[in-house]
């Protein structure tokens, strides 16, 4: 049986004269680790279902509504210099026999630091023919989720720099965009207020 929505999923669409069918889902989970050696690991699984039978072109699989067609597995063990260390996969299921060893050339990411570059390095590396798409997608989510699992170690660190001493947090991101309150509050020496016609509507009146 299909599992019921996930905490937190968006609501169903209004209604009025539009109606939907449900035809696939895919789940992706990512959980990171601190292990006890002192490196880090992250998780992901990826799922797919439809509700509907499905018989992959094959011919060698019958998968009933609501069984998984994909249920893959991906592990990747890194230290605090965000260089890979050992990546593992695992394919509970899947549509064709041959996917099973399309997991085999993740083995060119070890060694590979997780950062500026990634998506890039993840093209060069992992050739389309010869690496399973679905493990390959993963690994973009999963340098997220790598940073994130970090971040609560770096957090009791001094904050790093640039050569100009302004913190690298600084323009990461929307919320931290030098023009908002969490750059004034953290950091009012570089904090930049938005640009005027930032502040105007369409006739430029503020």
Not at 19 to 41: N, Q, V, Y
């Amino acid at each position: 049986m299909m599992d019921g929505p996930a905490a937190g999923a968006p609501e169903p669409a209004p209604t009025g004269e539009v109606t939907r069918e449900e035809l696939h889902r895919r789940s992706i989970d990512l959980r990171g680790f601190r292990r006890s050696d002192g490196l880090f690991e992250v998780e992901a699984r990826l799922t797919d279902r439809k509700t509907h039978d499905f018989a992959p072109l094959s011919g060698g699989r019958h998968v009933a509504a609501g069984d998984t067609i994909h249920d893959h597995g991906l592990r990747v063990v890194f230290g605090a210099d965000m260089v890979i260390r050992e990546i593992s996969t695992d394919m509970r299921a899947s549509p064709y026999r041959e996917c099973l060893g399309g997991g085999d050339t993740l083995q060119a990411m070890v060694g590979v630091r997780i950062g500026p570059g990634w998506n890039g390095e993840l093209r060069k590396r992992l050739p389309a023919g010869n690496t399973c798409t679905h493990l390959k997608e993963m690994m973009i989510p999963l340098a997220s989720a790598a940073f994130q699992l970090i971040y609560s170690v770096r957090t009791s660190n001094v904050i790093e720099v640039n050569a100009e001493g302004r913190p690298r947090k600084i323009d990461s991101c929307y919320a931290y965009g030098a023009s908002r309150e969490l750059v004034a509050l953290q950091w009012p020496a570089f904090h930049r207020p938005a640009a005027a016609q930032d502040t105007k509507d369409d006739q430029g009146n503020a």
